[in-house]
């Protein structure tokens, strides 16, 4: 099934639900970096985290999560935002996309063991105001349980969110995750009903190995309630460098490294981190570029 962002709410509760299914958007980032199955666990599920947070996003708008931690993973990134109006574009990366540790007690990956501690920043990209960001410690480095500790403490709004990844030895089989949000005003009984039944859904990647979408990942979770559709998106892995930013980047480094990297080598690549595309700079353009620098 193709990736999808169904946004919905229950307006009798007073609950907002978004699901999505990310499996080829995970797919593309794994393939892209060469994740091991557990780093593709980790940044999957984060990445996934970054579309549900997009779903209200407009415009130029972007959410940015990034996971610091002491563990052997070192650190995990994802950015959702829009393409247009039709689609959702993000991307995600492991500081080491290698990572391997044996199955924790459950039989599943040990993301939490490959994160160790540390903390989950939030930045919130808006066109017309200052960014806002937040940063909480991480409680269990299952991410799921981060963004949901997350939504409650920096934002007040009690949350719950569901991530999966599903994968094997020849590929990832299912990936996507669930958002439910209480809104203010919220009915306490219908939101003691869904959070009955949040307890008793099945695995995400459980019910899309069955055959759910997005709308029935919401229909999973809502049951009987009447939905309101806010709309959907298309997903797909995107990328937002360019020659110009890494141009800025090398700048960055000063006059001084540019020229000695110039009298180094003929040729200088520049990778990009989220998507791994490649940047080509002869000497000739590096020692150009340290002429810009102030």
Known sequence: MPDRLAHTSVPDAGISIVAAVTTDLVREIRDRHDLSPLATAAVGRLATGAVLFGAGLKGREQVSIQIAADGPIGALF??????????????????????????????????????????????????????????????????GDDLTAYLARSEQIPSAVALGVLANPQGIIAAGGILAQVLPGADERAVRELERRAQALPPVTELMREGADADALVRGLAGDFDLREHGHLGIRFACLCSREKVEAALIGLGAEDLRRLALERDQTEADCEYCKKRYDFTAEELLALSAHVR
């Open 78 to 143: 994802a950015d959702a935002w829009l393409l247009d109006e039709h689609t959702i574009g993000a991307r995600g990366y492991a500081r080491n996309p290698h990572v391997d540790l044996p199955l924790n007690a459950r039989g599943k990956f040990d993301v939490g063991g490959a994160l160790g501690s540390g903390s989950l920043q939030v930045t919130k990209t808006h066109e017309a105001a200052r960014p806002y960001m937040g940063v909480v410690p991480l409680e269990t480095g299952e991410i």
